[in-house]
C-alpha cells in the first residue's frame, strides 16, 4: 500500500493566521492527491482534488501543491470554521486508496 | 444537492456481521459516472478506504477486507450496503458512505459510529 504521512500531526493557529499542512507519499503518485476537512458530527468535505484545483464552493484561501511525492495544503487568512482536521488522500493506486493521519488545526 | 445518509446498528456482537446501509437522495446511483463506498475510522487511526461498488455490480475492496467484505446496491430504493462479517474489536469504527467520483469522494455522508462489543 501507499503510505501516507502527514506533519504536523496537530498544530495551533489563530484566526487571521496562514497555516501549512504536509503529506508526504511513499511513492510517486503524480497529481492524485485530494485534500479534505472533516468536522466533528459532519460529513466530510472535499476542498482540494488533483492536487491543486479547488473543489467547486470552497473558499479560495485554501490552496494545494504538489506532485510526486510532496505535497502540501495552506490555509491563508485562516477563519473561525477553519478549525477541523485535515487529511490527504492518494487516489493514484485504485487499491487502496489510503488517507494520511491527519492534522488537527485549533486555537 | 445529493445527500447520503448512513443507517444501521450501531452495536453489533463479536463473530457477527456488521450490516450498513446508505440511502442517496439528490441522484441516482444507477448513473454510469460514479462509484459508490464506505470508509471508516477507527478511533484514534486514520481513515481507511473499504472498498466501492460502481453502478454495473462491479466491485473494488481494499485487500485489508477482501475476504470479509461485501458491498452492493439495491437500484429500486437508491441505496446502497455494506456487509462486513466476523467482526472484532478492532471494526469498532465510525464508518461513512461515500461517492466517488472517479478520483476523488466528493460527496460523504455524516458516519454512523458502530461499536463492536459483547
Known amino acids: 500500500d501507499i503510505q501516507m504521512t502527514q506533519s504536523p500531526s496537530s498544530l495551533s493557529a489563530s484566526v487571521g493566521d496562514s497555516v501549512t499542512i504536509t503529506c508526504r507519499a511513499s511513492q510517486n503518485v503524480y497529481s492524485y492527491v485530494n485534500w479534505y476537512q472533516v468536522k466533528p458530527g459532519k460529513a466530510p468535505k472535499l476542498l482540494i482534488f488533483g492536487a491543486s484545483t479547488l473543489q467547486s464552493g470552497v473558499p479560495s484561501r485554501f490552496r494545494g501543491r504538489g506532485s510526486g511525492t510532496d505535497f502540501t495544503l495552506t490555509i491563508s487568512s485562516l477563519q473561525f470554521e477553519d478549525f477541523a482536521v485535515y487529511y490527504c488522500q492518494q487516489s493514484y493506486a485504485v487499491t487502496p486508496w489510503t488517507f494520511g493521519q491527519g492534522t488537527m488545526v485549533d486555537i | 444537492q445529493l445527500q447520503l445518509q448512513e443507517s444501521g446498528p450501531g452495536l453489533v456482537k463479536p463473530s457477527e456481521t456488521l450490516s450498513l446501509t446508505c440511502t442517496v437522495s439528490g441522484g441516482s446511483i444507477s448513473s454510469a459516472n460514479y462509484y459508490w463506498g464506505w470508509i471508516r475510522q477507527s478511533p484514534g487511526k486514520a481513515l481507511e478506504w473499504i472498498g466501492n461498488v460502481y453502478y454495473s455490480g462491479s466491485t473494488n475492496y481494499n485487500p485489508s477486507f477482501q475476504s470479509r467484505v461485501t458491498i452492493s446496491l439495491d437500484t429500486s430504493k437508491n441505496q446502497f450496503s455494506l456487509k462486513l462479517i466476523s467482526v472484532t474489536a478492532a471494526d469498532t469504527a465510525r464508518y461513512y458512505c461515500?461517492?466517488?467520483?472517479?478520483?476523488?469522494?466528493?460527496?460523504w455522508g455524516q458516519g454512523t459510529l458502530v461499536t463492536v462489543s459483547s
Open positions: 461515500a461517492r466517488r467520483n472517479w478520483q476523488k469522494v466528493d460527496y
